[in-house]
């Protein structure tokens, strides 16, 4: 039962804004969906996460829609920097139901095109 | 601050070896994750640890082992190599397991040949 669903791969131009889109159909109403990105096989990094509100920061804006089902990033001017895997990633109970964890989907492998 | 320390890089173990991953923060985080990367896939969850003392399973756990003595440290111990666990692992630390946003470390490549 996926958590979260993002499209596999994604192109953008250099300069331009990259939009990812992530399905969350499932998400409950007090759960976060948090934005993460892992260039080759680095440690992931955090870019960004809301609730219900959009959020901005410097790194990146986050659109969520009002029945909170979906979101989008936004990387308003990419670089070829930007190339890396994105994850919408939602917390859920971990298997005990003793926490909660980061539930990693396969994300979008975003390419930065020159 | 370093964040998140993982040791070593990279390693290569024969089957049946044991070793342990090291992992340490420097940010009074009170909950600890393990995680595994296999190529082309997302992260999954082995052990977590919610504070000093206190470990429990995640999706993964079988060939593991972990520990929590100190708020720092969170090692995990493979104790029978299997070439399935042949992965790259990630160390995570977050203050809560609420609103707060998890940081990873650099991870560690392991092959078991």
């Known amino acids: 039962d996926a958590k979260t669903t993002q499209p596999p791969s994604m192109d953008c131009a250099e300069g331009r804004a990259a939009n990812l889109p992530c399905n969350h159909s499932t998400i409950s109403g007090n759960e976060y969906v948090y934005w993460y990105r892992q260039i080759h096989s680095q440690g992931p990094q955090y870019i960004i996460h809301?609730?219900?509100n959009n959020e901005t920061n410097e790194m990146a804006s986050l659109i969520i829609t009002e029945d909170r089902k979906s979101s989008t990033l936004i990387l308003p001017h990419a670089t070829l920097r930007d190339t890396a895997v994105y994850y919408c990633i939602v917390r859920v109970a971990t298997p005990s139901n003793t926490g909660n964890q980061f539930y990693f989907g396969t994300g979008t492998s975003l390419t930065v095109i020159p | 601050n370093a964040g998140v320390t993982q040791t070593p890089k990279f390693r290569i173990l024969k089957i049946g070896q044991s070793m342990t991953l090291q992992c340490t923060q420097d940010m009074n985080h009170n909950y600890m994750y393990w995680y595994r990367q296999d190529p082309g896939m997302g992260l999954k969850l082995i052990y977590y640890?919610?504070?000093?003392?206190?470990?429990d399973k995640g999706e993964v756990p079988n060939g593991y082992n972990v520990s929590r003595s100190t708020t720092e440290d969170f090692p995990l111990r493979l104790e029978l190599a299997a070439p399935s666990q042949t992965s790259v692992y990630f160390c995570?630390?977050?203050?809560?397991?609420?609103?707060?946003?998890?940081?990873f470390g650099q991870g560690t490549r392991l092959t078991v040949v």
């Open positions: 809301g609730l219900k």
């Open positions: 640890s919610v504070g000093a003392g206190i470990t």
């Open positions: 995570a630390s977050s203050h809560s397991g609420g609103n707060t946003e998890a940081f």
